[in-house]
C-alpha cells in the first residue's frame, strides 16, 4: 500500500547590545551631532539590533479553511469504515506504538492486528473505546489500542476494522535508545485545515530530509474557531492528518485552541474533544495528565510541558518537572528538548510576553539541566533564538536583560504551519538581540540528531522547493560539546 500524499506589546527596548555576537556587517554613517543609522544588506534580511528579520513577502492575509467536501478529507468507503488513524509513541522507551482510530456509526471492532514486514506471525493488541458529546454534537467511536513489546529499529504494518472495511498500514520503529543513535523529527505547531496547512503537510512530507516521527507543539483542527466549537471539524482535521500521522509517530503538545472552553455552551470540561481523541503514555514517565509527559526516542529526551494547565509551585505539573529533569540520564539520551505552546522568547507583538510567568518559573531549571532547545508554536511565525537567559531578576537587582548564555537552550517559534488566523507579521522593533533570525511565513521544521555532540536543524518555508532551507544550523550538544554554535542565519 503506497503511503498517499495531498494535494503574527510593546516594543522591547534592550538595554545593552552584544556587538560580539551580532550576525551581520554594518555600515554606520555618523555625523556630528547627527543620530547613527544602521543599515545592513545580507542576503536580503535586515538587520537590527538583534540577528536577520526576514525580507521575504508573501500575501498577509487570513487563510480559508479547506471545505469539509474537500477531498483532502477523504472518508474511506465502506460502512463504519475506520478513519482519522493516528499513531505516537505508545510507552517511554520506543518499544511500544498507541493505535487510535475512529468508527463513525458501532463501535465495531476494537482489535489491531499486527505483523513485521519481512514476515512472523499475526498478533493483536485489544483496546479502548470512548466517546463524548460536545453541545450538539456526539463523536463517533473513539479507538485506542496500545502493541507493545516491538523490535527497534524494525518495520510493521498494522490492521484496523474487519471485512472488507478493514484498513492497512505501517510503521517502522525507533533504534534503540543510545547515546549516538541518529533520528530525524519533523517540528509542526499551529496547523488547522486551510489551504496553506495542506501545503505545509505536503512540503513536510515530501522534504527529503525525511522525518521519521513529529513533534507537534499544540493547536490541531481549530474547531473552537468555527460556530458552536463545530466538532466536524475534529474529525475532518484527523483525516486530513491521517496520510502522515498513520504511518509515522506525531509527539502531541496541547495548545489554546484544545481547551474547547466554552461556558457559553455549557462546556465547562477544557480539553473535553482534544482529551478523548489523542492519547499519550503520560502514565509512563509518572505524570497524573496526559498533558505534560515524556518519553525517549532514540538519543533523544522529549519533555512536552502544558501551558495551559497549572504550572505554579506545588501544581502537579511543577512538581512532576521539578522530580523528571534530574532523571535524564545525558550519558544514555544526551539531547534534551522541550515542547510547549507558548514561548518564552518571542519578538511579535502577537501573543507577546504570553508565556512570560512559565518562563520565571522554569527557565533556570532549563539552564541548570542544559535543555538544548525548546520548540513552541502560539505564534503564526517563524523564529529561533541565541542561546539566552533571563534568571538573575530579583526584583531589586535590575537584571532583568536576557543575555548570553550557553547553558541555555536555543528558543525556536514554530506555529507557522498554516491555520486559518492567518499569519503573525506585526514584528517588534528593533528586533532584539536574543532573536537571531524571524519571519512571517508558514512552513516547518526538521531536526536531525547525527550523534552525542551534532544536530542539524533547518526550517522550511512552504514557498520554497521541498529541499530549500530557508534558516538553518548546526547544534552543538549542550552536555557532549557545550561549544559556542550560534550562527549567522541565512535565508
Not at 64 to 80: A, H, I, K, Q
Not at 253 to 280: C, I, M, S
Request: glycine share 8%; with cysteine; aromatic share 16%.
Amino acid at each position: 500500500m503506497a503511503q498517499p500524499f495531498g494535494g503574527r506589546n510593546g516594543k522591547m527596548k534592550m538595554m545593552a547590545m552584544d556587538t560580539r555576537r551580532r550576525r551581520s556587517s554594518c555600515l554606520a554613517a555618523v555625523a556630528a551631532g547627527a543620530v547613527m543609522v544602521m543599515v545592513v544588506l545580507m542576503n536580503g534580511a535586515a538587520v537590527c539590533e538583534g540577528g536577520a528579520t526576514s525580507k521575504f513577502v508573501r500575501k498577509l492575509e487570513e487563510s480559508e479553511d479547506m471545505p469539509l467536501d474537500s477531498d483532502t478529507f477523504y472518508v474511506p468507503p465502506g460502512r463504519n469504515a475506520p478513519q482519522q488513524v493516528h499513531i505516537t509513541q505508545g510507552d517511554h522507551d520506543g518499544r511500544a506504538v498507541l493505535v487510535s482510530w475512529v468508527t463513525p456509526e458501532q463501535p465495531g471492532s476494537h482489535e489491531v492486528v499486527y505483523w513485521k514486514a519481512d514476515g512472523g506471525e499475526l498478533q493483536s493488541a485489544l483496546g479502548i473505546i470512548t466517546r463524548y458529546k460536545y453541545f450538539n454534537y456526539t463523536s463517533g467511536f473513539i479507538h485506542h489500542s496500545t502493541i507493545t513489546n516491538l523490535d527497534y529499529n524494525t518495520k510493521y504494518y498494522y490492521r484496523v476494522g474487519t471485512g472488507k472495511t478493514a484498513r492497512t498500514f505501517w510503521f517502522t520503529t525507533p533504534p534503540p535508545v543510545g547515546p549516538d543513535a541518529p533520528y530525524t523529527f519533523g517540528l509542526i505547531g499551529d496547523l488547522g485545515q486551510t489551504y496553506d496547512s495542506n501545503a505545509t503537510l505536503t512540503h513536510y512530507q515530501n522534504n527529503p530530509l525525511k522525518g521519521q516521527t513529529v513533534l507537534y507543539v499544540g493547536d490541531l483542527s481549530y474547531a473552537d474557531r468555527n460556530p458552536f466549537h463545530d466538532n466536524r471539524r475534529w474529525d475532518s482535521w484527523g483525516r486530513f492528518t491521517e496520510r502522515s500521522v498513520a504511518y509515522q509517530p506525531w509527539i502531541w503538545t496541547a495548545g489554546n485552541h484544545e481547551l474547547d472552553f466554552a461556558p457559553e455552551l455549557e462546556e465547562f470540561e477544557p480539553f473535553k474533544p482534544f482529551a478523548h481523541r489523542y492519547h499519550v503514555p503520560f502514565r509512563a514517565s509518572g505524570s497524573t495528565a496526559r498533558f505534560w509527559y515524556s518519553v525517549k526516542r532514540a538519543s533523544a529526551y522529549i519533555i512536552v510541558l502544558s501551558s495551559y494547565s497549572a504550572y505554579g509551585k506545588y501544581t502537579p505539573q511543577y512538581e512532576w518537572l521539578l522530580a523528571e529533569l534530574p532523571k535524564v540520564n545525558r550519558s544514555e539520551t544526551p539531547w534534551l528538548i522541550v515542547l510547549m505552546h507558548s514561548p518564552w522568547y518571542n519578538s511579535n507583538n502577537y501573543h507577546y510576553m504570553e508565556g512570560e510567568t512559565m518562563r520565571v518559573i522554569f527557565e533556570s531549571w532549563f539552564v541548570q539541566y542544559k535543555v538544548d532547545a525548546v520548540f513552541a508554536g502560539h505564534v503564526h511565525a517563524y523564529e529561533r533564538s541565541e542561546r539566552v537567559s533571563n534568571i538573575a531578576y530579583n526584583i531589586t537587582n535590575k537584571l532583568c536583560t536576557p543575555i548570553k548564555n550557553e547553558n541555555a537552550p536555543v528558543y525556536i517559534t514554530i506555529g507557522d504551519g498554516g491555520n486559518i488566523e492567518g499569519l503573525a507579521s506585526n514584528l517588534t522593533e528593533p528586533q532584539p538581540s536574543y532573536s537571531a533570525y524571524r519571519e512571517a511565513s508558514f512552513g516547518h521544521a526538521i531536526f536531525s540528531i547525527k550523534n552525542r555532540t551534532h544536530a542539524y536543524y533547518s526550517w522550511h518555508r512552504n514557498q520554497d522547493g521541498y529541499a530549500v532551507k530557508a534558516d538553518h544550523m548546526w547544534f552543538f550538544n549542550r552536555y557532549w560539546y557545550p561549544a559556542d554554535d550560534s550562527t549567522t542565519a541565512e535565508s
